[in-house]
Each structure stands twice: as structure tokens, then as C-alpha cells.
């Protein structure tokens, strides 16, 4: 079982930044990907980012992102403290939303899935708000 606790949301101005963070505990070894997703209301939840958690090649893995994230949105993961975090920077109201960190038990290779279906494990999700 791997039990994920997200933190760091909050209400930010348009173009703002913000950081997220996601504690992994339990069974930590057996998440082979991370991922943020994103619900905004009377939408879809929606991947953000997602990231293999094992290193390639001795360096860690790059994020993959959503067209909306790209350029805005950093994944990235602390082995040592089995953390995921989500830097937001440069954020515009179409951001607001519920933002959930989630773990799957599979990857391809070194791919990570990016449908939700997929991630087995989710934590309870932060607000992000983004208004002037």
C-alpha cells in the first residue's frame, strides 16, 4: 500500500507560482510512477505531469507534461525524502483546480502511463486557486 499526502496549495494572483509537495509513505518502492493530475469543477481530472521513479542510467528521470503544462510546470522527485513535487510557475486562472498526487504500480520501460485509469494510489488533493 503506498499512502501519498499532498501540500502546498493555496490562492495565488494570475502569474504567481506555487509549489506543491507529495509525501509518499508505505510501500514506496513499489510506486514505478508519480503523477499530478488536476480537477477543475464539472471537469475531468486530467494529467499534468507524470515522472518514472527510478533513475535512467544513473539520473533521474525527466517529467513528462500536458501541451497546457509545458514550459510552466517542473515534476520532479527527492529519493531521499520520497518526495514529488510540482513547481507552478506562471499561473493563470484556467490553473484553478483540485491538484491530486497519484502512484502507479506499472511503467513501460521507463515511460510512465498517463491515464488515470492507471495510477492505482492517490492522495487527498490540495487546492490551487488562481484570481486576482
Known amino acids: 500500500q503506498v499512502r501519498l499526502v499532498e501540500s502546498g496549495g493555496g490562492s495565488v494572483q494570475p502569474g504567481g507560482s506555487l509549489r506543491l509537495s507529495c509525501a509518499v509513505s508505505?510501500?514506496?518502492?513499489?510506486?514505478?510512477?508519480m503523477g499530478w493530475f488536476r480537477q477543475a469543477p464539472e471537469k475531468e481530472r486530467e494529467a499534468v505531469a507524470t515522472?518514472?521513479?527510478?533513475?535512467?542510467?544513473?539520473?533521474?528521470?525527466?517529467?513528462r507534461y500536458a501541451d497546457s503544462a509545458k514550459g510552466r510546470l517542473i515534476i520532479s522527485l527527492d529519493k531521499a525524502t520520497n518526495t514529488v513535487y510540482l513547481q507552478l510557475n506562471s499561473l493563470n486562472p484556467e490553473d484553478t483546480a483540485t491538484y491530486y498526487c497519484?502512484?502507479?504500480?506499472?511503467?513501460?520501460?521507463?515511460?510512465?502511463?498517463?491515464?488515470?485509469?492507471?495510477?492505482?494510489?492517490w492522495g487527498q488533493g490540495t487546492q490551487v486557486t488562481v484570481s486576482s
Open positions: 497519484a502512484a502507479a504500480s506499472i511503467s513501460y520501460g521507463s515511460i510512465c502511463p498517463w491515464d488515470r485509469k492507471l495510477f492505482q494510489y
Open positions: 508505505g510501500s514506496a518502492y513499489s510506486a514505478r510512477c
Open positions: 515522472i518514472y521513479s527510478d533513475t535512467i542510467h544513473g539520473r533521474p528521470a525527466h517529467g
